[in-house]
T-cell receptor, first 115, second 114 residues
Framework: KAGVTQTPRYLIKTRGQQVTLSCSPISGHRSVSWYQQTPGQGLQFLFEYFSETQRNKGNFPGRFSGRQFSNSRSEMNVSTLELGDSALYLC??????????????FGPGTRLTVL | AQSVTQLDSQVPVFEEAPVELRCNYSSSVSVYLFWYVQYPNQGLQLLLKYLSGSTLVKGINGFEAEFNKSQTSFHLRKPSVHISDTAEYFCAVSQRGGYQKVTFGTGTKLQVIP
């Protein structure tokens, strides 16, 4: 079974631009969660989608948004990029039916650099 | 609200020696507990999780962890480490009955010295 894939793996943008990251979950998984990982703040939860609906949300500004498609693939968008948005963005998928007991499977991440 | 504290940011240990990575959590409700490992330039991989039942949980790669409710701890142990265990380890917590909103600790870098 193929794992979680994230595209692109690396991205360089400038301040003020917007960016879209993509995540394809493991086949059969209906939940996709997004995390931001930085050296200073560690891993922080962004949001979770299940069956095309945002089911949970972390404490990030509205510039961070996401969506999920009917095939469970998910995209994350960051508008008006700031230098502090430079991070590794991780996507994790799970079956989603058992809530917080589900095992999450992580992708390799997208490394975003904002100049 | 919930939080996770990993007291040690880095732990050096000689190969074949035992290791313990410490994790303490805080939550107003019952929680599930997890340990993940992250190898360089890779995503996170689940080592083990505590949901209920026996407080001693065995995971992959010879790791185990013990849930201690009175001390709100979930320390990770391995009796004999290998060079390949060099990685960053994250303790995490999520609320019982809730959806996937996992809170991670800041991570502990385990450096195995040959």
């Amino acid at each position: 079974k193929a794992g979680v894939t994230q595209t692109p793996r690396y991205l360089i943008k400038t301040r003020g631009q917007q960016v879209t990251l993509s995540c394809s979950p493991i086949s059969g998984h209906r939940s996709v969660s997004w995390y931001q990982q930085t050296p200073g703040q560690g891993l922080q939860f962004l949001f979770e989608y299940f069956s095309e609906t945002q089911r949970n949300k972390g404490n990030f500004p509205g510039r961070f948004s996401g969506r999920q498609f009917s095939n469970s693939r998910s995209e994350m968008n960051v508008s008006t990029l700031e230098l502090g948005d430079s991070a590794l963005y991780l996507c994790a998928s799970s079956l989603g039916s058992s809530g917080s007991t589900d095992t999450q499977y992580f992708g390799p991440g997208t490394r975003l650099t904002v100049l | 609200a919930q939080s996770v504290t990993q007291l040690d940011s880095q732990v050096p240990v000689f190969e074949e020696a035992p290791v313990e990575l410490r994790c303490n959590y805080s939550s107003s409700v019952s929680v599930y507990l997890f340990w993940y490992v992250q190898y360089p330039n890779q995503g996170l991989q689940l080592l083990l999780k505590y949901l209920s039942g026996s407080t001693l949980v065995k995971g992959i790669n010879g790791f185990e962890a013990e849930f201690n409710k009175s001390q709100t701890s979930f320390h990770l142990r391995k009796p004999s480490v290998h060079i390949s265990d060099t990685a960053e380890y994250f303790c995490a917590v999520s609320q019982r009955g809730g959806y996937q909103k996992v809170t991670f600790g800041t991570g502990t870098k385990l450096q195995v010295i040959p």
